[in-house]
């Protein structure tokens, strides 16, 4: 079996507090790790090495965990540059906008469609992303919904049914009969694609009893729930996500004391998109008041082209710092292990042995650039699984 040795690293974020300085980021200095297959094999001081079959020098940098994007909406064609301009002008943000996409993305063929996720998918990896997470729902018919889905899978495990993203244009006088298709046959034909089942539950979406039946019906067909609650406004979404056992509940702007409580006694993640908030100039989430309550916070990127196309997780996480007061290192932590645990994934979003060889080196000599130098391109090399991917 071919090991490489990945040495030279300066700094190294491990997310396992039982190794370096016991602080949940596990950092340890002047380290070395072993890659064997797609896995970590060995950790340790550089001094004390193994011997390897090939070497990788990380050049004295900062290397982290890839990144896991754990919400985005990458199946779609066209864009809304224009609704954004508009929306800078002092237009406010409407759920409505979705419509202009969904025309668009079912009038794309497969091709276009699998050729737009690649490029996205791409432009993730670049800045650090080695796990996505993608949704469906800018199809809402039984064949455009199970074809984002097939695209979709195509790049990752981690695919989710969001048949529920709006009620479809042809239903708009008949929203009971659309759930009741979006629990039936497309439901019937979108689970062999996806492993998760989400729902857009609010005000100009469905609402809790609509959001409800439709996570049951994933749930009966093996699909794991996650919720988009509390964006727009204080609503039902963040119970009904602890209610369903949610792996997590996406957005949670708009929190009362119960939905904060809620979250941390059900164990489900809170995930925070702050590129959402930068562009739609709306207010960001507490995510103070969140890890003050032992609750935990995931920051993902939502990239969709209306309430927020950026890729970069690297953005969310100086917007975090910035804009949310999450620490440096908390805002890292959220977006490699607390995205894993938003995908009840343990063989990511951390670099120890055993886990799978994803990672990142950081033309840096320390995680803080990340939040430090914003706007920086600071990644230098990406591996994925064992393999170098970038760089
Ligand atoms: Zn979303």
Not at 7 to 29: A, C, F, H, K, Y
Not at 245 to 273: E, I, K, P, R
């Amino acid at each position: 079996m071919t090991a490489t040795l990945v040495g030279g690293i300066g700094e190294l974020v491990t997310n396992d507090p039982t190794l370096g300085d016991g602080s949940p980021l596990g950092l340890l200095r002047d380290t070395a790790l072993v890659v064997e297959r797609d896995r970590v094999a060995w950790v340790g001081p550089a001094r004390a090495a193994p011997a390897a079959d090939l070497q990788f020098d990380a050049g004295d940098r900062a290397v982290i965990p890839g990144f896991v994007d754990s919400h985005s909406h990458l199946v779609f064609a066209g864009d809304r540059a224009e609704e954004f301009a508009a929306r800078m002008a002092g237009q406010p943000y409407e759920a409505g906008g979705i419509r202009t996409t969904v025309a668009a993305t079912r009038a794309a063929t497969d091709e276009q469609l699998t050729a737009q996720v690649a490029r996205h998918v791409d432009e993730m990896r670049r800045q650090g992303t080695t796990t996505v997470e993608i949704k469906s729902g800018y199809g809402l018919t039984v064949v455009d919904e199970a074809r984002a889905l097939a695209v979709a899978h195509q790049f990752t495990e981690e695919t989710t049914y969001l048949g529920a993203h709006v009620v479809a244009p042809e239903y708009a006088d008949d929203p009971a009969a659309y759930v009741e298709l979006v629990c039936g046959p497309m439901l019937e034909a979108s689970a062999p694609y996806a492993r998760w089942v989400d729902v857009f539950c609010e005000r100009g979406a469905f609402d809790v009893d609509q959001a409800r039946t439709v996570l049951q019906a994933g749930k009966a067909k093996g699909l794991i729930p996650r919720v988009h609650a509390n964006q727009l406004g204080p609503g039902p979404g963040v119970q009904l996500a602890s209610e369903m056992g949610a792996a997590s509940a996406d957005h949670c702007t708009f929190l009362d004391d119960a939905d904060v409580t809620a979250l941390a006694d059900a164990g489900v993640v809170a995930t925070l998109l702050p590129a959402v908030e930068f562009s739609t100039r709306s207010p960001y989430p507490d995510a103070r008041r969140l890890l003050a309550a032992g609750a935990t916070v995931a920051l993902a990127t939502d990239c969709n082209p209306g309430s927020g196309y950026s890729s970069s997780m690297p953005l969310c996480i100086a917007l975090a710092v910035r804009e949310m007061r999450m620490t440096p290192a908390e805002a890292l932590w959220s977006a490699t292990a607390g995205g894993a645990a938003a995908l009840r994934r343990a063989d990511i979003g951390r670099l120890s042995v055993g886990s799978r060889a994803d990672f990142v080196v950081l033309d840096a000599p320390s995680y803080l650039h990340l939040a430090y130098r914003p706007g920086v391109p600071l990644v230098t090399a990406v591996w994925q699984a064992g393999r170098p991917a970038i760089g």
